[in-house]
């Protein structure tokens, strides 16, 4: 079992499923990244293509919430970036929300980016897809 981050959810049908874990969740905070994403464009194709991702996900997979546990791992995840002279605002701040939801749950988080996880991944399980 094991969370996806967002850009695995984005090239999910790109990814070779052995890469993936046997069972697996998104966090309630993808879902929110993918409800803003039809509305991050201006092109109705990749708007059409956005949304049609978002319905296929919300139909398929049951979010992990962004609870009280949540939120707890999400302090200390920030606190380790903070240490190491990062501020998680933004985007930053998102995807140590989802990395967070992942470790709430015990679960390894499968990301397209290790690359941004590299601050956290002592208390974090990365997986590279």
């Known amino acids: 079992m094991g969370v996806l981050d967002t850009s695995v959810v984005i090239d999910l049908p790109r990814i070779q ?7 697996f969740a998104v966090s309630a ?16 194709e990749e708007r059409a293509r956005r949304q049609d991702l978002l319905q296929r996900v919300e139909a398929s997979l049951d ?30 701040a998102l995807d140590l929300m989802i990395a967070a939801t992942a470790l709430s ?5 499968y990301t397209r980016n290790p690359q941004d996880f590299v601050a ?10």
């Open 17 to 23: 499923r052995e890469l993936l874990p046997n069972e």
């Open 29 to 44: 905070i993808t879902m929110a990244e993918l409800a803003a994403g039809p509305h991050a464009t201006l092109d109705f």
């Open 105 to 109: 749950h015990r679960l390894p988080l």
């Open 120 to 129: 956290i991944s002592e208390i974090v399980e990365i997986i590279a897809v």
């Open 63 to 92: 979010p992990l919430p962004f609870d009280t546990e949540a939120a707890r791992a999400f302090g200390r995840l920030y606190a380790s970036e903070f240490q190491q002279g990062k501020k998680a605002r933004g985007a930053r």
